[in-house]
């Protein structure tokens, strides 16, 4: 860093560099804006509206009735429940599985390329292909699952809520953890061998290791991906919407969204819905950068 | 000079690129003049091909006057409708005839998506159709699709487990009960969340003696019978005969299991009959058929009602020609390939008798019509969708009705169809 220490060129050149800057941005930032800026921007202007695609002639400025109507309606709640539930659950599972795998990705002696590339194979898969996958696996009729010792012939998995969740967090789990085994991975090769030989010779048992050296430089590393993955699993829309579609009370806040806004074409209210689930990501997302981003610093190996 | 040469030679390879891109366009115009106008025909997928036929008869027909290219739509009924409610409500102008599921009628019209039929065209395609179905086409009293095919649910069963056919669900459910869930004593249904529940509550409800809505936002739902008919279904949730997996069955399920031998009754479209000749030949052997069983026994029942009507997108950009392309799609020609080639149940009540249906339906070809005849077709309302979400909503999963008191379930169902018609709240 200390390398780009510059000394202060004229005023006349920093204005033209800058405004170069500007020059060479400016294509990024029009994109940016017109992808993400317009559609939230449009889509704050529908939940204030009475807007039905199958009643073209109502309409009208309606407030904040569609947000009262979502926020009062106990079907919303059961859903944000459902999605808290589901996200905290399966980003625990993924973080403790990811973090044995990225060890033992860092430490394959032969082999290396493929035991990573095989760890990522189902992170390849797309997401509506593998819950088909998992969802015929379950079926009681044709799948395999039920034919395995220890569980019942006659298991309707996707019949009851409890088992249903349980099906839905093991293809979320099987699916993303290779993603966070990988994030983690890069957090692990940062780490100094040294460290390890130095505390070897101070006689550090492996878990002392692991929590003394491992975990508190890996923090960034981790803390990126949560975050990553917190954002996403909240999100959390094709495992459900293919396996039970919202039945048996596993509906997520982005299968209710969906409901209004495609089902329903009731735009006003599906994105009074949008917006919501958009302003708990932003809720998420500051929570981790906030809150947690003064640990992130703290842990910079280094400092 | 190196340099220019090469440049030149690039430019010179570019060029001839063009003009080859140019000449191919031009000749594709020309093929196209000779063809007509082409129509888009969004329409869900027939495994028979018969849609592809049609779509070639047609053309031909025309004279060169247009060419019809099917495109085929996802084998799911909220899936088709997603797609095309993307488009239409985009003002897409790509699709010019949309086969049109029977429940869709209400808010296509009302969205102004469809055209409405008027005059002799009107007449043409209304022909000898079943009174109920061309109710499924029209909307306020317009009619905005040319009827297509229809269907309707009959009861199989098995003969060789079953003497004769019950006549109501609870004489069914005591036989199944009878009969032991290891011998087949189970009863299969379409009881997933998702449209084909709608379907199957909606029939019982009708059977009972009431019906959702009276009007296409008023709810009717008369306490005694919808009541009857909620109990009538958690009964069924709740007792042996429903199969371990009922609250996700549909009708591919129920027809597989029924092919495995391991249900004694299905209830189920006509497909059912030449699907089992083709995969199960020893079932399809005893296989009876009955109409759709009622709630009381002096009351007949009213079967469910599906179908495909074909309309014309008010985005088209080629209406007069899509109208006729529609009405030959639809004929009774038309029909009768869908029949053919895909089992589909004409909704011409004259071509019943043809060698075509009593060949496609061997011995309930009758059956059927007065199944059609009978049926007691869901809401038609703008907004259906909401209908449908709200039943799914409060009886789902069906083994929560108390078969006993089903006055709960029917507070509940009241309340949220009363909402759903109001388009409040979510669902």
Not at chain 1, 60 to 78: A, E, I, M, P, R
Not at chain 1, 80 to 103: C, D, K, Q, R
Not at chain 1, 135 to 164: C, H, K, T, Y
Not at chain 2, 297 to 321: C, Q, W
Request: with cysteine; proline share 5%; aromatic share 10%.
């Amino acid at each position: 860093m200390e390398a780009h220490a510059q000394q202060a060129p004229t005023s006349a050149r920093t204005r033209s560099e800058h405004r170069l800057a500007w020059l060479l941005c400016a294509p990024a930032v029009i994109a940016m804006l017109a992808v993400t800026a317009y559609p939230i921007g449009y889509a704050i202007v529908l939940s204030v509206q009475q807007i039905d695609l199958r009643f073209p002639e109502e309409g009208g400025f309606v407030g904040l009735d569609n947000y009262t109507s979502v926020l009062s309606s106990q079907l919303w709640w059961t859903d944000v429940f459902n999605t808290v539930f589901l996200t905290v659950v399966t980003v625990s599972i993924e973080l403790v599985l990811g973090m044995m795998i990225a060890l033992v990705m860092h430490r394959a002696i032969f082999g290396r390329g493929v035991v990573r590339t095989a760890v990522l194979i189902p992170y390849g898969i797309i997401t509506v292909v593998a819950a088909f996958s998992w969802q015929f696996a379950f079926a009681p009729d044709s799948g395999f699952v039920n034919n395995l010792p220890l569980i019942s012939d006659e298991m309707d998995w996707f019949g009851g809520r409890f088992s249903s969740f349980a099906v839905i967090i093991m293809a979320e789990v099987w699916k993303t953890t290779p993603f966070m085994a990988l994030l983690l991975l890069a957090g692990l090769v940062t780490i100094d061998s040294q460290l390890y030989e130095a505390a070897k010779v101070d006689g550090a048992s492996a878990w002392q290791r692991f929590t003394r050296i491992t975990l508190p430089l890996m923090k960034p590393a981790i803390l990126v991906a949560l975050l990553f993955r917190t954002l996403d699993a909240f999100r959390v829309f094709d495992t459900i919407y293919i396996m039970t579609a919202g039945a048996q009370d596993t509906e997520s806040v982005s299968i209710l969204g969906f409901n209004q806004l495609i089902s329903r074409l009731n735009l006003g209210l599906g994105s009074a819905v949008s917006v919501l689930i958009f302003l708990c990501v932003l809720a998420i997302a500051s929570f981790y950068v906030k809150v947690l981003g003064t640990r992130v610093e703290e842990g910079r190996p280094g400092s | 000079m190196q340099l220019t040469a090469r440049v030149a030679a690039i430019g010179l390879v570019f060029l001839g690129v063009v003009a080859l891109v140019v000449v191919l366009l031009a000749s594709g115009g020309d093929s196209d003049a000779a063809k007509g106008r082409t129509l888009t025909f969004f329409v869900a997928i027939q495994p028979g091909g018969s849609i592809e036929e049609v779509s070639k008869r047609c053309s031909e027909e025309s004279n060169g006057r247009y060419t019809i290219e099917p495109e085929f739509l996802p084998t799911d009924a909220s899936q088709q409708r997603e797609q095309l409610v993307r488009r239409l409500g985009a003002d897409d102008s790509s699709i010019d005839v949309i086969g049109m599921d029977v429940i869709w009628t209400g808010e296509f019209a009302n969205a102004g998506w469809v055209e409405e039929w008027t005059g002799k065209r009107k007449k043409e395609v209304t022909e000898e159709v079943f009174p109920g179905v061309i109710e499924t086409a029209s909307f306020e009293d317009k009619l905005y699709a040319a009827p297509f095919n229809t269907n309707t649910q009959l009861l199989w069963y098995r003969k060789d487990l079953v003497k004769k056919a019950p006549r109501t669900w609870d004489e069914m459910i005591d036989e199944a009960e009878k009969l032991g869930r290891d011998n087949a004593g189970t009863i299969q249904v379409q009881a997933n969340r998702y449209e084909g529940f709608t379907v199957w509550a909606n029939a019982l409800i009708e059977s009972a003696g009431t019906e959702l809505l009276s009007g296409p936002e008023t709810v009717d739902l008369a306490e005694g019978p919808t009541t009857r008919a909620l109990e009538v279904m958690g009964r069924l949730a709740n007792s042996s005969a429903a199969p371990p997996s009922l609250s996700t069955s549909n009708e591919d399920t129920a027809r597989i299991a029924f092919e495995s031998g391991e249900s004694a009754f299905m209830t189920n479209y006509t497909f059912a009959y030449a699907s089992a000749k083709e995969e199960a030949p020893e079932i399809a052997k005893n296989m009876g058929f009955a109409r759709f069983p009622g709630i009381e026994a002096n009351r007949p029942s009213k079967p469910p009602l599906g179908g495909f009507n074909l309309a014309v997108s008010s985005f088209s950009e080629n209406k007069d020609i899509a109208f006729d392309a529609a009405a030959c799609l639809a004929n009774g020609k038309s029909q009768l390939t869908a029949t053919e080639l895909d089992g589909l149940p004409p909704s011409r009540s004259d071509l019943y008798s043809t060698k075509v249906v009593t060949g496609a339906f061997p011995g309930f070809a009758e059956l059927v019509k007065s199944s059609i005849e009978a049926a007691g077709p869901r809401p038609s309302t703008a907004a259906y969708q909401d209908v449908s979400l709200a039943v799914q909503r409060s009886l789902h999963p069906p083994d929560k009705i108390d078969p006993e008191d089903a006055s709960s379930v029917y507070d509940e169902l009241k309340s949220n169809l009363e909402d759903a018609v109001k388009r409040e709240g979510l669902l």
